[in-house]
């Protein structure tokens, strides 16, 4: 089986797989509570450990809990907080600590590797009241990284603020702001983790219905539409894949599905290694046509 190289999570003393699993798909309804042990054993099995789930990703969480709390030591946990805990008003001091309590609760550990501030707005981050509550969850050792998960301007902030150990940030063929930006190359010079989420940019080189809610899906078919780099013989979600993997400043990158063999090509793609570098050039000279446009989708 290939095996999926590891890096540095900055200097936060995590290592972490440079491919980890995007738990949206086993949060939703549509999946059993069989498949979703299936889904999340099987990620793990083919060496996903780091697992990345939110609040906001339906049953996500609690059943990582009942289905992985056996394997514990083997997995790192990343999840997001913020906003909708009953009891609780959104973006406050008291709804991160209380987001944070649950997730310990309902993920059945005593710490949780990655927590993140979940797309808060830069006017949130500024205040501190968040950022304070996540601080103090880690001096508790209720977590050991704080992270932070947006682009654009907050993501500059939260980089330059010295308060977080890691980021997440979304960073793929269509969505290469946060390198424009110079937000991964000061995350990697102040020893910042980061994650890049949605690698493959919702795929828009597949056919077939797309959801129309989805704002960031759309801009990505539209980017795309412009898109006339030859590349070959060489799929594209496997070009995306490794684009992403193993631009320099990202530690690990996180894919989502609900099919262990579309993860096991993952996995294979991500096990041949970079691109050729005159190829990723091209691809960072289409994106830099278009750059001052098309900022990173939260």
Request: proline share 4%.
């Amino acid at each position: 089986m290939a095996r999926i190289p590891s890096r540095e999570f900055g200097r936060t003393g995590l290592v972490v797989p440079a491919l980890g699993y995007g738990c949206t798909a086993v949060g939703r309804g549509v999946v059993s509570e069989d498949e979703a042990a299936r889904l999340l054993n099987g990620a793990v099995d083919l060496g996903l450990r780091l697992l990345d789930t939110a609040r906001s990703y339906g049953l996500s969480e609690e059943r990582i809990g009942r289905h992985l709390a056996h394997r514990r030591s083997e997995i790192i946990l990343s999840t997001k907080v913020g906003y909708g805990v009953d009891g609780y008003e959104d973006w406050t001091g008291p709804c991160v600590s209380a987001g944070i309590d649950r997730a310990l609760r309902v993920l059945r550990t005593e710490s949780i590797d990655i927590v993140c501030l979940h797309s808060c707005p830069l006017e949130t981050l500024r205040r501190g009241e968040v950022t304070g509550a996540l601080l103090r969850a880690r001096e508790a050792g209720k977590i050991r990284v704080a992270a932070y998960s947006g682009d654009n301007e907050a993501l500059r902030w939260a980089v330059d603020s010295g308060h977080f150990g890691g980021v997440e940030t979304s960073y793929s063929l269509c969505d290469q702001a946060s390198r424009v930006n110079g937000s991964l190359a000061r995350a990697a010079v102040v020893g910042i983790g980061v994650i890049a989420k949605r690698p493959l940019a919702n795929a828009p080189w597949r056919a077939g219905p797309h959801d129309p809610d989805d704002s960031a899906a759309a801009a990505y078919r539209s980017r795309w539409a412009s898109f006339r780099q030859d590349l070959g013989d060489t799929p594209a979600d496997e070009v995306a894949l490794r684009f992403a993997v193993y631009e320099p400043g990202v530690n690990g990158a996180i894919v989502g599905s609900s099919s262990l063999e579309h993860l096991r090509a993952d996995v294979d793609a991500v096990a041949r290694g970079p691109l050729p570098a005159e190829l990723v050039e091209a691809l960072h000279a289409w994106f830099a046509e278009h750059g001052a446009a098309w900022d990173g989708m939260i």
